[in-house]
T-cell receptor, first 115, second 112 residues
C-alpha cells in the first residue's frame, strides 16, 4: 500500500506570495492532519480534516487554511507569506482520528523557504 | 489540557549500549501516548503507541516503552543501540482531544 505523499517536496517563495501544498493520504484513510515543524517552535498542529470537514484547528492565523476533497486528498494554503512561515510542513493520515487512538502515518513533508 | 516534556534534548550513546529517552506527560483525560522517530529529511515514523492496554509496549526495531501512571512517564528504551538509530525522537500525547501535543524532541547520537 502506498504511503502518504506530499507535493511539492521543496518550495521557495518570496514574502507576500501565497502557496498551496498538497497531500494524498493512504488509500482508505479519511482523516488528514497538517503540522508545521520549525527549529524554534517544534512540531505544531495546524488543522485536521475528516470527510471534507475541518474538525480541529490549531493556534495559527487565518492566513493558514486548508480543504479536503471527496477522495480525501487535502490541500493547505498559506497566503501573504512571511519569513517565519519557512518550515517543514508535514501531512499525516489515519483511518479516523478518534481521541488519538488511531495511528497517524506521516508523509515526507514539504520544505518551504520564504525569502 | 495536556502537555509533554522530553527531558533531554540530546542523548549520546555508544553502539551496543542501552538507550533511554525520557518523556513525562500531563493530561486531564486518560492519555494515548506515542513515540515517533524522524530521520533527517524524512517524515515521522511510528515506533510504538500506548492506548490503555498493556503498560509495557513493544514497538519496531527493538524499542519498547513503559507507561507509568503514578510517575506520568512514558520512557523509551532499547537494549542495544545501533548506528541506524541515530535520529530525532518525539513523544506525543493525546487525551480527550483530537489535537496531539508533541514534545520538543530528543536527538539520539550513536557513536561507533
Amino acid at each position: 500500500k502506498a504511503g502518504v505523499t506530499q507535493t511539492p517536496r521543496y518550495l521557495i517563495k518570496t514574502r507576500g506570495q501565497q502557496v498551496t501544498l498538497s497531500c494524498s493520504p493512504i488509500s482508505g484513510h479519511r482523516s488528514v492532519s497538517w503540522y508545521q515543524q520549525t527549529p524554534g517552535q517544534g512540531l505544531q498542529f495546524l488543522f485536521e480534516y475528516f470527510s471534507e470537514t475541518q474538525r480541529n484547528k490549531g493556534n495559527f492565523p487565518g492566513r493558514f487554511s486548508g480543504r479536503q476533497f471527496s477522495n480525501s486528498r487535502s490541500e493547505m494554503n498559506v497566503s501573504t507569506l512571511e519569513l517565519g512561515d519557512s518550515a517543514l510542513y508535514l501531512c499525516a493520515s489515519s483511518l479516523a482520528w478518534w481521541e488519538g487512538e488511531e495511528t497517524q502515518y506521516f508523509g515526507p513533508g514539504t520544505r518551504l523557504l520564504v525569502l | 489540557a495536556q502537555s509533554v516534556t522530553q527531558l533531554d534534548s540530546h542523548v549520546s550513546v555508544s553502539e551496543g549500549t542501552p538507550v533511554l529517552l525520557r518523556c513525562n506527560y500531563s493530561s486531564s483525560y486518560s492519555p494515548s501516548l506515542f513515540w515517533y522517530v524522524q530521520h533527517p529529511n524524512k517524515g515521522l515514523q511510528l515506533l510504538l503507541k500506548y492506548t490503555s492496554a498493556a503498560t509495557l509496549v513493544k514497538g519496531i526495531n527493538g524499542f519498547e516503552a513503559e507507561f507509568k501512571k503514578s510517575e506520568t512517564s512514558f520512557h523509551l528504551t532499547k537494549p542495544s543501540a545501533h548506528m541506524s538509530d541515530a535520529a530525532e525522537y518525539f513523544c506525543v500525547v493525546t487525551g480527550g482531544s483530537y489535537i496531539p501535543t508533541f514534545g520538543r524532541g530528543t536527538s539520539l547520537i550513536v557513536h561507533p
